[in-house]
């Protein structure tokens, strides 16, 4: 089947620690994005990579960092300087037409808790 | 700014009533997408529309991109139509789209059977 896959579904992690999440996709897009969203709110964008070897700060980076090493994989590590971990994350992927990026579509989400 | 504003933010329907939402966008942003975000968090597509109409079964949307809005139609509505329903613009760069999704901040749905 074709998609993205977002794992663990459910993560839980200590304070002062770095967590990954992880994300895959085999729809052959070049563009990911990692959003989070917070309860009762809309998606913020965290980091996007448009190409290999490449990604840009969305309007929340901080406390955050990415890799892009395959045109599959775009994993996100939540670090210990992040304040407020605790959030739903949502990885997306989307295809050029044209020249022009379409339609995204998104993951199934990883829910992260700080205990 | 960039601004996506979605009304109402809350809906309370009865089954089988018809339904309007509406999306407003800036012009920093194009290429509108409707998704419906079930209760497990998924956001599932409903409608990829930069301008013109589009129906899938009981669902329909319109986007009249000239006047910066959106709407999405929902008729007959049923209890699984229950949600969040979320509309999200691309960032505008250089007549194009840079493709990250600018969210609403959503339309809470309940259908009561």
């Known amino acids: 089947d074709g998609g993205i896959t977002q794992s663990p579904k459910y993560l839980f992690r200590k304070e002062g620690q770095n967590v990954t999440l992880s994300c895959e996709q085999n729809l052959n897009h070049d563009a990911m994005y990692w959003y989070r969203q917070d309860p009762g709110q809309g998606l913020r964008l965290i980091y996007y990579?448009?190409?290999?070897?490449?990604?840009q700060k969305g309007d929340i980076a901080e406390g955050y960092s990415v890799s892009r090493e395959k045109k599959e994989s775009f994993p996100l590590t939540v670090t210990s300087a992040q304040k407020n971990p605790t959030a739903f994350y949502l990885c997306a992927s989307s295809p050029r037409f044209r020249g022009a990026w379409t339609e995204a579509f998104f993951g199934q989400g990883t829910r992260l808790t700080v205990v | 700014g960039i601004q996506v504003e979605q009304s109402p933010p809350d809906l309370i329907l009865q089954e089988g009533a018809n339904s309007t939402l509406r999306c407003n966008f800036s012009?920093?942003?194009?290429?509108l997408q409707w998704f419906h975000q079930n209760p497990w968090g998924q956001l599932i597509n409903l409608f990829y529309?930069?301008?013109g109409t589009k129906q899938n079964g009981r669902l329909s949307a319109t986007t009249v991109a000239t006047e910066r809005y959106s709407l999405l139609y929902i008729s007959s509505s049923q209890t699984t139509d229950s949600g969040v329903y979320f509309c999200?613009?691309?960032?505008?760069?250089?007549?194009?789209?840079?493709?990250?999704?600018?969210f609403g901040k959503g339309t809470k749905l309940s259908v009561k059977p």
């Open positions: 990579s448009q190409i290999v070897n490449d990604f």
């Open positions: 999200a613009g691309a960032l505008r760069l250089y007549g194009g789209s840079q493709g990250n999704l600018i």
């Open positions: 012009d920093s942003v194009n290429n």
């Open positions: 529309i930069p301008s």
